[in-house]
C-alpha cells in the first residue's frame, strides 16, 4: 500500500509513477524460485548466489570465497555484484597464468564462473558484453583441457546460423547420448555442472548447446522461437552425425525454460527415447501470466517510470526487462511478452510416449508446480513411463532447477536414466572423480 503525503503539486502521472515505483520495488523477483533467503533481500541476487554456491559443489569457487566476495556488499546491487566478482576473476586469472596442472586449471575454472556471475547482471546490449562471454568461454575450455576433460567446443549449423554448444565424448563404444538444453539465463557453460560432466562420469555421451535466444546466440540474430523443437532436432542431428559412433539412444534433458523447450521436442521428434525437466513447463504463455510479478502487468510507460524514479535500487529489475527484449529480439520488454502470448503454444503432452522423469522443487512457483502435476497425471493416465522427484526443504533441492543440492539432482537423475538404457559401470579415468 502506497502512502502519499499531501501535495497538490503532484501530476497525475507522477502519482501513477510513484505506484509503480513501489511495484517495481516489491516485485525484485522475475519468478519465484527458492524458499530460503541466502544471503541477500533482493530476491533475484540471492538466488543467484544460491546458484554460485551450486556451482561451487561441482566445479568453480568455494563457498569461503563465494562468502567472502559478497561480505559487505550492497543489497540488490547489480554494480558491486559485477565488480567484484569481476575482479576476482582477473585475480584468479592471474594466479592460473604462474600456477600448473591442475592447480592452475581449477583456477582458470573459477575465474570462467566468476565471469559468469557477472554477465547474469550485466546489459546484453553494452559493448563489453561479447568480450566477456569470450573471456569466460576461453577460461573454461582452457580449464577443463587443464583437468584432462575431453569436452569440445562444436557450432550446430541451424537456419544458415550456427548454435554453440560443448560435446563431451567416451570413445568409438556405442553410448547413449544426452543432449541437455537450459532457459532463459544460461549459457552453454553452465550446463556442464547443471549435467554434462556428471553424465559423461557416469558413461553417457553429452552434447551441451544454446538455443535461439540463450547465451550469446541473440547477438548472431538468432532469438527465441516459438517452436524449439527445431533446433533440438538439429542439435541431435548434428551429433549423431559427429560422434565417433553413432548414439543407439537419445535423452534429452532441460532445466529451467529448457523444460519447456525439451518438452517441444520430446512430442516431436521420434529419436528421443527419454526426456528429463526440472520442471516440466507446458504452457510458457500461461507461466508468463501468472508468475512473472506487477513488472510483466503493467503498461510499459508506466514501469519504465517507476524503474526512472526507484533508480539503482532497481537496477537488476531494468537489466532483467532489458535482457528480455534482447532475447526476443525485440524493442522492449512488453513487446517480448506480447508476441510470447501471440506465439508460444502449449506442449502437446499427447503426443509424447517416451519414460519421463520431472523434478520439481517444493518451492517452485505455484504454475510450475501445477503444470509439472498436470502433465505427470496425463501421461501416467495414458501408460506412459512416467516419474516425478519432489525435492523437499529438508534434503535440498527445492529451488529452481535444484540449484541448492547439484549432486543429490545428479544422482537421482542419472540413477533413473542408467535403468531406462540399462547401462553398464562406465570406464572413466578415477583421477577425474576426485575434484
Same mark, same amino acid.
Given at each position: 500500500?502506497?502512502?502519499?503525503?499531501?501535495?497538490?503539486?503532484?501530476?497525475?502521472?507522477?502519482?501513477?509513477?510513484?505506484?509503480?515505483?513501489?511495484?517495481?520495488?516489491?516485485?525484485?523477483?522475475?519468478?519465484?524460485? &527458492?524458499?530460503? %533467503?541466502?544471503?541477500?533481500?533482493?530476491?533475484?541476487?540471492?538466488?543467484?548466489?544460491?546458484?554460485? !554456491?551450486?556451482?561451487?559443489?561441482?566445479?568453480?569457487?568455494?563457498?569461503?570465497? !563465494?562468502? &567472502?566476495?559478497?561480505?559487505?556488499? $550492497?543489497?540488490?546491487?547489480?554494480?558491486?555484484?559485477?565488480?567484484?566478482?569481476?575482479?576476482?576473476?582477473?585475480?584468479?586469472?592471474?594466479?592460473?597464468?604462474?600456477?600448473?596442472?591442475?592447480?592452475?586449471? &581449477?583456477?582458470?575454472?573459477?575465474?570462467?564462473?566468476?565471469?559468469?556471475?557477472?554477465?547474469?547482471?550485466?546489459?546484453?546490449?553494452?559493448?563489453?558484453? !561479447?568480450?566477456?562471454?569470450?573471456?569466460?568461454?576461453?577460461?573454461?575450455?582452457?580449464?577443463?583441457?587443464?583437468?584432462?576433460?575431453?569436452?569440445?567446443?562444436?557450432?550446430?549449423?541451424?537456419?544458415?546460423?550456427?548454435?554453440?554448444?560443448?560435446?563431451?565424448?567416451?570413445?568409438?563404444?556405442?553410448?547413449?547420448?544426452?543432449?541437455?538444453?537450459?532457459?532463459?539465463?544460461?549459457?552453454?557453460? /553452465?550446463?556442464?555442472?547443471?549435467?554434462?560432466?556428471?553424465?559423461?562420469?557416469?558413461?553417457?555421451?553429452?552434447?551441451?548447446?544454446?538455443?535461439?535466444? &540463450?547465451?550469446?546466440?541473440?547477438?548472431?540474430?538468432?532469438?527465441?522461437?516459438?517452436?524449439?523443437? *527445431?533446433?533440438?532436432?538439429?542439435?541431435?542431428?548434428?551429433?549423431?552425425?559427429?560422434?565417433? +559412433?553413432?548414439?543407439?539412444?537419445?535423452?534429452?534433458?532441460?532445466?529451467?525454460?529448457?523444460?519447456?523447450?525439451?518438452?517441444?521436442?520430446?512430442?516431436?521428434?521420434?529419436?528421443?527415447?527419454?526426456?528429463? *525437466?526440472?520442471?516440466?513447463?507446458?504452457?510458457?504463455?500461461?507461466?508468463?501470466?501468472?508468475?512473472?510479478? *506487477?513488472?510483466? $502487468?503493467?503498461?510499459?510507460?508506466?514501469? %519504465?517510470?517507476?524503474?526512472?524514479? *526507484?533508480?539503482?535500487?532497481?537496477?537488476?529489475?531494468?537489466?532483467?526487462?532489458?535482457?528480455?527484449?534482447?532475447?526476443?529480439?525485440?524493442?522492449?520488454?512488453?513487446?517480448?511478452?506480447?508476441?510470447?502470448?501471440?506465439?508460444?503454444?502449449?506442449?502437446?503432452?499427447?503426443?509424447?510416449? +517416451?519414460?519421463?522423469?520431472?523434478?520439481?522443487?517444493?518451492?517452485?512457483?505455484?504454475?510450475?508446480?501445477?503444470?509439472?502435476?498436470?502433465?505427470?497425471?496425463?501421461?501416467?493416465?495414458?501408460?506412459?513411463?512416467?516419474?516425478?522427484?519432489?525435492?523437499?526443504?529438508?534434503?535440498?533441492?527445492?529451488?529452481?532447477?535444484?540449484?541448492?543440492?547439484?549432486? !543429490?539432482?545428479?544422482?537421482?537423475?542419472? /540413477?533413473?536414466?542408467?535403468?531406462?538404457?540399462?547401462?553398464?559401470?562406465?570406464?572413466?579415468?578415477?583421477?577425474?572423480?576426485?575434484?
Amino acid at each position: 500500500m502506497v502512502t502519499l503525503h499531501t501535495d497538490f503539486r503532484l501530476t497525475h502521472v507522477e502519482v501513477l509513477a510513484v505506484h509503480a515505483e513501489e511495484a517495481v520495488k516489491e516485485s525484485d523477483e522475475i519468478v519465484k524460485r &527458492q524458499g530460503t %533467503r541466502i544471503r541477500f533481500h533482493n530476491k533475484d541476487m540471492d538466488f543467484m548466489f544460491n546458484w554460485v !554456491l551450486g556451482m561451487g559443489s561441482i566445479v568453480g569457487l568455494s563457498h569461503g570465497e !563465494l562468502f &567472502q566476495l559478497v561480505d559487505g556488499m $550492497k543489497d540488490g546491487d547489480p554494480g558491486q555484484w559485477r565488480e567484484r566478482f569481476g575482479r576476482h576473476g582477473d585475480f584468479l586469472r592471474s594466479r592460473a597464468v604462474s600456477g600448473k596442472g591442475p592447480s592452475a586449471a &581449477q583456477d582458470k575454472l573459477a575465474a570462467a564462473f566468476c565471469y559468469r556471475a557477472v554477465l547474469q547482471f550485466s546489459d546484453p546490449t553494452s559493448s563489453s558484453f !561479447l568480450p566477456l562471454v569470450e573471456r569466460m568461454e576461453a577460461e573454461f575450455q582452457d580449464g577443463t583441457k587443464g583437468l584432462g576433460v575431453p569436452l569440445r567446443a562444436v557450432e550446430v549449423p541451424f537456419e544458415g546460423k550456427s548454435l554453440p554448444g560443448y560435446f563431451l565424448e567416451h570413445d568409438a563404444m556405442p553410448r547413449p547420448l544426452v543432449v541437455m538444453i537450459g532457459g532463459g539465463d544460461s549459457y552453454r557453460e /553452465d550446463l556442464f555442472y547443471f549435467g554434462g560432466y556428471p553424465a559423461w562420469r557416469r558413461g553417457y555421451n553429452m552434447l551441451m548447446v544454446d538455443l535461439p535466444g &540463450q547465451g550469446k546466440v541473440p547477438s548472431r540474430g538468432l532469438t527465441f522461437l516459438p517452436d524449439m523443437a *527445431a533446433p533440438i532436432s538439429a542439435a541431435i542431428h548434428f551429433v549423431t552425425a559427429q560422434a565417433k +559412433c553413432p548414439p543407439e539412444k537419445v535423452a534429452i534433458y532441460g532445466v529451467s525454460g529448457g523444460g519447456y523447450f525439451t518438452g517441444q521436442a520430446a512430442a516431436s521428434d521420434r529419436r528421443v527415447g527419454a526426456w528429463i *525437466a526440472s520442471t516440466p513447463i507446458t504452457d510458457m504463455a500461461e507461466v508468463f501470466r501468472k508468475e512473472m510479478g *506487477a513488472t510483466f $502487468k503493467a503498461p510499459g510507460w508506466l514501469l %519504465r517510470a517507476g524503474l526512472a524514479v *526507484a533508480g539503482a535500487v532497481n537496477e537488476s529489475a531494468e537489466l532483467n526487462l532489458k535482457k528480455y527484449a534482447w532475447q526476443f529480439g525485440t524493442s522492449d520488454y512488453k513487446s517480448a511478452v506480447e508476441q510470447l502470448f501471440l506465439q508460444a503454444r502449449p506442449v502437446p503432452t499427447a503426443s509424447i510416449s +517416451c519414460p519421463c522423469l520431472f523434478l520439481v522443487g517444493a518451492c517452485e512457483a505455484d504454475e510450475l508446480k501445477r503444470q509439472a502435476i498436470a502433465a505427470f497425471d496425463e501421461l501416467k493416465r495414458r501408460g506412459v513411463n512416467v516419474t516425478m522427484r519432489t525435492f523437499l526443504p529438508e534434503e535440498g533441492g527445492d529451488a529452481h532447477c535444484q540449484v541448492n543440492n547439484f549432486r !543429490l539432482a545428479h544422482n537421482v537423475v542419472f /540413477d533413473w536414466l542408467d535403468r531406462i538404457v540399462a547401462l553398464p559401470p562406465p570406464k572413466v579415468d578415477p583421477r577425474l572423480l576426485a575434484w
